[in-house]
């Protein structure tokens, strides 16, 4: 299982883009690549997966380079509503264990 | 359509006490996940039931179990409840065979243990 590095914690003001960027080493051949959004006393929630290059949804874009050893979570145009915790997560379908790490704390500001 | 839903959403028990935890995932979701996070150990995984099965178990001491009903409802169980066992309790559920898809969680059950 891919161990992952993020930020503690990030601080951003409304309207501006937010990246977060995730390391993974150690990622495998057959590992995606995951993040989801937590607010406060609620169950994290799922916001993009990607293997490799760029995906986009609704909500977000995930960037992943060539080598695959990190992986940025691009927030366009935050709200205050934004703040949460984000966690990014490296895994392969069936793995045994999806370990969230201590996950990225984002503070938007007004 | 509905999401997951626990209950109950909050539970007060004391030191050697068991606790039974429910859990109904999305309808057509056969996976279900539970989670125990706490400020401290963070979001840790405890085990997964697929068609009435445990597929998979994390690194938990045996006071914990759990189960799966033919309608994929599933419980969890911990037995002689120790202070620190406090923590927020997440079930998820996911559509498809692999764990790693992606997971639909619930509010979650706050349990404190006095």
């Known amino acids: 299982l891919a161990k992952t590095t993020q930020p503690i914690s990030m601080d951003s003001y409304e309207g501006q883009e937010v990246n977060i960027t995730c390391s993974h080493n150690n990622i495998a051949t057959n590992d995606y690549i995951t993040w989801y959004q937590q607010f406060p006393s609620q169950g994290p929630r799922f916001i993009i997966q990607g293997y490799k290059t760029k995906v986009t949804n609704e909500v977000a874009s995930l960037f992943i380079p060539a080598d695959r050893k990190s992986s940025t979570l691009s927030l366009p145009r935050v709200s205050l509503s934004d703040t949460a915790v984000y966690y990014c997560?490296?895994?392969?379908?069936?793995?045994?264990?999806?370990?969230f790490g201590a996950g990225t704390r984002l503070t938007v500001k007004p | 359509k509905a999401g997951v839903t626990q209950t109950p959403r909050y539970l007060i028990k004391t030191r050697g006490q068991q606790v039974t935890l429910s859990c109904s995932p999305i309808?057509?979701?056969?996976?279900v996940s539970w989670y125990q996070q706490t400020p401290g150990q963070g979001l840790q995984f405890l085990f997964e039931y697929f068609s009435e099965t445990q597929r998979n178990k994390g690194n938990f001491p045996g006071r914990f179990s759990g189960r799966q009903f033919s309608n994929s409802r599933s419980e969890m169980n911990v037995s002689t409840l120790e202070l620190g066992d406090s923590a927020l309790y997440l079930c998820a559920s996911s559509l498809a065979n692999a764990r790693f898809d992606e997971q639909y969680f619930g509010p979650g059950t706050r349990l404190t243990v006095t």
């Open positions: 309808s057509g979701h056969r996976s």
């Open positions: 997560l490296v895994g392969a379908q069936g793995d045994n264990d999806m370990r």
